[in-house]
């Protein structure tokens, strides 16, 4: 038997005709482009029905409302007393969202900066590995893959930061891809402004810059090094030094405040086994890594795309991965990291590729893996989608236990001081709501600090007009406690229960003085 007749019945199998592959691999991208659109839809559609906080979208809407309302957003000395309003993001989101906030309060504008920045991240993606010189094939494939990990999926339609700092990062990137391409250094400034930005909107995407920094080296590009490190540092303390300006000192004591988050590996553990749903991705960019690796001589330039998924990687796994390890942390943390897997498969796809007009196929064994990925992974989140946004037609329904009518919450609450975890009761209801950030005062603070004292004081004082507590706290089956045992204690002995409302999407316990406060020093 000859070659070719070998090559037509290996191993039994008739080896696909040209074209075959790329068919059906096309034919799988699409129907998993089109189910991750549908678990898109169902979160989006969620998001506008939804009223409250979805899940601790409160301090960002409080920063962009002060901001709307001609406020400081990092007041000092809230760091130090009441209300205690501490933010732990820069301000880029807020000063966008506040530009829809001067009206009535409402979540809908901010989700709807992060479902906007959620479509442009699949874009930008795509066009930079499309500037990678990988194929239209492997690029589409490569922000499908992107697009279908649980955690971009879940933050896509929040009011909150992470979108729209991921959307600026893959613009800086798309951005440096191009200059490297065509060598244009003005490309390259635009990525370090990119860059910043993002960095300006949440503090992790600073990390990618240090990874392009060294694949500039590794290409050998020194001017281009100095030209953008020099453009992002000028950006970067030239907008600190403005906000520390308008601030009034503010800014930097609050990042500065929301840094100190002790770390233990049980909770990293924890966060990872929330991520189990993206397996099959994670293998398959590990293979990918170790396919290129093994390949040797890589062709088209592939050698290059490796290296800046292994330097993006590097320069961003420990710190996610610890910051992952704290305490109240989410899979959001992990956001970053996600970024570089899509770009180590989509190389693999391409890697029999030797030329940029060669029409040649994916390899038949990696295009079937990754085919099959992709469509696991469209299902899973689509299965999350329905099980989470398509009970009922305002979605996910809570079983509220004596539910407390909201116009009467608003009455009981408004221009008063209300200790709760949802900071979006201030805005919506027009309370005094202490503290912004919860998780943030308690990690920071620890659970017996100074401010956490005097928060016990006006408790015992019964100076708050309610409290609006997670109703697994009080009960005790929440997996870690926010609150103090003297505190939840000193709810119990002063307070009484009114009934249930829904913040964060969680079942809130409402309490109310027991009799008229008392005053506390």
């Not at 943390?333 to 994916?362: M, N, Q, Y």
């Not at 407390?404 to 001081?417: D, I, M, P, Q, S």
């Not at 009761?425 to 603070?445: C, H, M, R, S």
């Not at 697994?472 to 002995?493: L, N, P, Y």
Request: glycine share 6%; charged share 15%.
């Amino acid at each position: 038997m000859d070659s070719e007749a070998r090559s037509e019945n290996l191993d039994g199998f008739k080896k696909p005709s040209p074209g075959r592959t790329n068919l059906v691999f096309k034919a799988m991208l699409i129907f998993s482009c089109l189910v991750v659109s549908l678990a898109y839809w169902l979160f989006f559609s969620y998001a506008f029905k939804q009223g409250q906080a979805i899940e601790y979208e409160g301090p960002c809407l409080w920063g962009a409302y002060r901001i709307a309302h001609g406020l400081n957003p990092y007041p000092l000395e809230s760091l130090s007393q009441s209300p205690y309003a501490v933010l732990i993001y820069p301000p880029v989101y807020f000063y966008l969202a506040s530009l829809f906030l001067h009206g009535e309060p409402s979540y809908l504008m901010p989700r709807l900066i992060s479902m906007v920045a959620s479509l442009a991240t699949a874009g930008f993606y795509y066009a930079f590995l499309r500037s990678l010189n990988l194929s239209r094939l492997a690029s589409g494939s490569g922000s499908c893959l992107l697009m279908s990990f649980m955690a971009i999926w879940l933050w896509s339609a929040k009011g909150r930061v992470d979108a729209l700092s991921i959307a600026l990062t893959c613009l800086g990137l798309l951005l440096y891809g191009a200059a490297c391409k065509n060598n244009k250094p003005g490309s390259l400034i635009l990525s370090a402004a990119a860059l910043m930005l993002a960095t300006m909107t949440k503090q992790p995407s600073a990390l990618f810059v240090p990874a392009l920094a060294l694949d500039l080296v590794c290409r050998r590009k020194f001017k281009n090094l100095l030209l953008f490190s020099g453009s992002y540092l000028l950006f970067l303390v030239s907008s600190i030094l403005a906000m520390q300006v308008v601030t009034q000192g503010g800014f930097l004591a609050h990042m500065r405040f929301a840094s100190h988050m002790p770390f233990e590996w049980r909770y990293l553990f924890e966060r990872l086994a929330l991520m189990a749903s993206d397996i099959p991705k994670f293998l398959l960019a590990g293979f990918a890594a170790v396919a290129l690796l093994l390949k040797g001589k890589l062709r088209l330039g592939q050698e290059d795309n490796l290296r800046l998924a292994l330097l993006m990687l590097a320069t961003t796994i420990p710190v996610t991965f610890y910051t992952a390890g704290t305490a109240y942390s989410n899979v959001n943390h992990f956001l970053v990291t996600l970024l570089p897997l899509p770009l180590l498969i989509a190389s693999a796809l391409d890697s029999g590729r030797a030329k940029l007009e060669e029409k040649s196929d994916p390899p038949i064994f990696f295009a079937f893996l990754t085919g099959t990925t992709l469509i696991l992974s469209s299902l899973i989140i689509v299965f999350l989608g329905f099980a989470q946004f398509a009970q009922g037609p305002q979605g996910k329904v809570l079983s509220l236990s004596n539910p407390v009518n909201v116009e009467e919450f608003r009455t009981l609450v408004k221009g008063k001081a209300v200790l709760c975890e949802d900071a979006g009761y201030n805005i919506l209801y027009g309370a005094t709501a202490e503290p912004v950030d919860i998780t943030t005062f308690i990690q920071v603070l620890g659970l017996d600090g100074p401010q956490a004292a005097h928060m016990l004081k006006k408790v015992q004082g019964r100076q708050y007009a309610a409290i609006v507590i997670n109703h697994k706290e009080m009960d005790g089956t929440r997996s870690a406690r926010q609150w103090s045992r003297s505190i939840t204690d000193a709810i119990t002995e002063n307070y009484s229960l009114l009934g249930q409302i829904n913040g964060n999407c969680e079942a809130q316990d409402v309490f109310i003085p027991r009799s008229s406060p008392q005053l506390t020093k």
